[in-house]
């Protein structure tokens, strides 16, 4: 027998994405503080293997850790102490662009130091070192033995385009992949196939279609070429990119789903989160600053990103920080409740299976796990939840047999 799984979500459609996601302060300023440091202000975050959090804290200059779970007096520490980081760089590092971290732990992270040069750096927290100079750096991926660059000429870079050292070796020059003068390269993500992903914000060229897009570089290692996959602006899920525009860019594992972020203030209720597949299609907005600050788990008064790079997808649950600056204050959010996939209106499994595997419509060939749950049936009705991986989804899946 096959049965039709209807989607519990046409409320998807009818409301609000921003209303359906939560939010949630799970650090704030003391709880950064820790004891530890002197002052807090992230300038920019990723996530380690471990959970916690890595961030570069500009008041004082030095990489820190945050374990949100943790005790208090436990929950910050140093990884890479200001005056360590000063010796790794050979200079006095004055802020950070962007920040990412590999499967091993190792932290990669775009440092301007006081001369005004962008430096590459490379930390497990035990030592540091710089793979290269690279002036106008605003985005930073890893794969395998690969450091991929985001460069903006504007900031110094030769040209605006995407650029490549080793994750090993000091004082490369950086290989170039790809450069096109009306980019305007801000973030920087690896797909699941090795093509490069990235925000190209509002001052890309308009003309030359690269103004508040995500591009794709396809065979970076090989012969690349660039390409247009999602206007989130043209497709409605953003509203006015001028005074910041599009900037953060993630992909979900193994579906290179987009979530992006809307760095204006301009724009309705404030900045705004969205997320499209990779190929352009299902593109929705899920939260905005207004629902962000009217949630009464957060503490905020006032969302304020950082300058650099501060969004960290985990699974079906995203992390923002936000910064004292402009009546904001320093925090680490959680959302959860975002959309994590869109499907079709409907798509047909085997009934039978209480556990199965299925491939729905619209989701890039990505597979769900689909588990009975007999406690929620009523009426005729069972209801299944879907899992990416191990994590459930919302909604549950509602079938009528």
């Known amino acids: 027998m096959r049965i039709s799984l209807l989607l519990a979500a046409f409320a998807l459609v009818a409301f609000p994405?921003?209303?359906?996601?939560?939010?949630?302060?799970?650090?704030?300023?003391?709880?950064?503080i820790d004891g530890v440091l002197a002052d807090v202000d992230i300038s920019c975050m990723a996530q380690l293997p471990s959970g916690d959090f890595v961030f570069y804290n500009f008041p004082t200059g030095d990489l820190v850790t945050h374990d949100p779970d943790a005790a208090p007096g436990s929950r910050t520490a140093i990884l890479r102490s200001s005056a360590q980081l000063n010796a790794d760089l050979n200079s006095e590092a004055d802020g950070c662009f962007a920040i990412t971290v590999d499967g091993a732990g190792n932290v990669y992270a775009a440092i301007q130091d006081s001369s005004d040069v962008d430096q590459v750096y490379k930390t497990d927290g035990l030592t540091g070192s710089v793979l290269a100079a690279a002036d106008g750096l605003t985005g930073i991926a890893v794969t395998g033995s690969t450091v991929y660059l985001a460069r903006v000429a504007f900031f110094g870079a030769p040209e605006d385009g995407f650029y490549s050292v080793n994750t090993t070796g000091t004082g490369q020059t950086p290989a170039v992949v790809l450069t096109d003068s009306g980019l305007d390269l801000i973030d920087l993500a690896v797909g699941s196939d090795g093509s490069l992903y990235a925000s190209s914000s509002e001052f890309g060229s308009s003309g030359g279609g690269l103004q508040n897009v995500v591009v794709k570089v396809t065979d970076p290692a090989g012969t690349p070429s660039l390409s247009v996959v999602y206007d989130p602006f043209a497709d409605g899920v953003f509203t006015n990119g001028t005074d910041g525009g599009l900037e953060d860019l993630e992909l979900a594992a193994g579906t290179d789903r987009l979530y992006l972020f809307n760095n204006s203030f301009a724009a309705d209720n404030g900045e705004q989160w969205g997320t499209a597949l990779s190929d352009g299609t299902g593109g929705e907005q899920f939260a905005d600053e207004a629902a962000l600050l009217a949630d009464p788990d957060t503490d905020l008064t006032e969302f304020?990103?950082?300058?650099?790079?501060?969004?960290?997808?985990?699974?079906?649950?995203?992390?923002?920080?936000s910064r004292t600056a402009f009546g904001g204050q320093d925090q680490i959010v959680k959302l959860t409740g975002f959309p994590p996939v869109s499907v079709g209106d409907n798509f047909e499994i085997d009934a039978n299976p209480e556990t199965q595997t299925v491939t729905a419509p619209g989701t890039a060939n990505f597979t769900y796990t689909v588990t009975n749950n007999t406690a929620s049936a009523q009426s005729g009705v069972v209801f299944y939840q879907a899992f990416l991986g191990s994590n459930p989804v919302s909604p549950v899946v509602q079938v009528q047999s």
Request: zero cysteines; aromatic letters at 6%; a negative charge.
């Open 17 to 32: 994405a921003a209303a359906q996601t939560d939010y949630e302060t799970i650090a704030d300023e003391a709880s950064l």
């Open 304 to 321: 304020t990103p950082p300058g650099g790079r501060s969004m960290v997808l985990n699974g079906d649950e995203i992390f923002v920080a």
